[in-house]
């Protein structure tokens, strides 16, 4: 299977307008965020279904990230991980086949050590993918902060059989640049099912989600890593914009680069 791209649809915009640019600008799918519009209690999952047919676009999605799925409170991570499931089963029903979530907790450095937080972590990849509907793959997703980045992806690729997303910007601004991830992706680019790319400038500390090209990372050798290695998987261009006409940029960057 070959590279596939897509872009996120949230913040109230139109699924049919956003599905409708998406098959115009050539892009093979849309990540819907069931955090906020798309969240399991607004949706009916067979109109989304139909309308994305309709278009020819395939769906990916963000699941909840108001959740705590590595929670050191037991109880707490056990809601997290239901409602994940419940998510990924309604997903499913939408026709969506991956499932973003983040590998992370809201708990504090100073109150609870980071092995234990590793374990719940741990718990959570195995319990989600042991339960994902067939058909459908839950990724786990590298934030940014003291307990889980994409350093700690090593542990998770060690304990367990989770599939991963790499996010370019939350592991550039965690201090592992473009070098580091094509190593890893050169290295573990089959646990890899998915990526969001989304630029950013050096001099920031925090991740801008900007299209491809537009910030200073260094995209072309993570592309070079990706075509070298011949990977396959999803991309969602993960660009924070009201207005949609910058994401095919990011996309036309993108495929420069990997061609």
């Not at 056990?78 to 309604?90: D, F």
């Not at 990011?250 to 495929?255: A, I, Q, R």
């Amino acid at each position: 299977m070959p590279i596939r791209q897509g872009f996120t649809v949230e913040g109230g915009k139109d699924l049919d307008t956003s599905l409708a640019f998406a098959a115009d600008h050539g892009f093979d799918f849309v990540e819907l965020n069931m955090e906020g519009q798309f969240a399991r209690s607004r949706v009916d999952p067979g109109r989304i279904r139909d309308c994305a047919e309709s278009h020819g676009i395939d769906l990916v999605v963000h699941l909840p990230f108001s959740i705590d799925p590595a929670s050191p409170h037991e109880e707490v991570r056990r809601g997290a991980v239901e409602e994940l499931v419940a998510c990924s089963e309604t997903a499913a029903e939408m026709g969506a086949t991956v499932g973003v979530y983040h590998a992370a907790t809201r708990t504090k450095p100073h109150y609870w050590p980071v092995e234990r937080v590793m374990d719940a972590m741990v718990e959570t990849a195995d319990a989600v993918a042991a339960r994902a509907p067939d058909g459908f793959t839950p990724v786990a997703e590298n934030l940014k902060g003291p307990f889980l980045d994409a350093g700690d992806f090593e542990t998770v690729l060690d304990r367990t059989d989770a599939a991963l997303c790499l996010d370019t910007g939350h592991a550039h601004v965690s201090g592992y640049g473009a070098e580091w991830q094509a190593d890893f992706l050169r290295e573990h680019g089959e646990r890899v099912r998915h990526i969001h790319l989304n630029d950013t400038r050096v001099e920031r500390t925090n991740d801008e989600h900007l299209p491809v090209g537009v910030g200073d990372f260094d995209f072309e050798t993570v592309a070079d890593a990706l075509r070298e290695s011949e990977w396959s998987g999803t991309c969602t261009h993960e660009v924070f914009t009201d207005d949609l006409a910058p994401v095919p940029y990011g996309k036309e960057t993108f495929d420069r680069l990997l061609a």
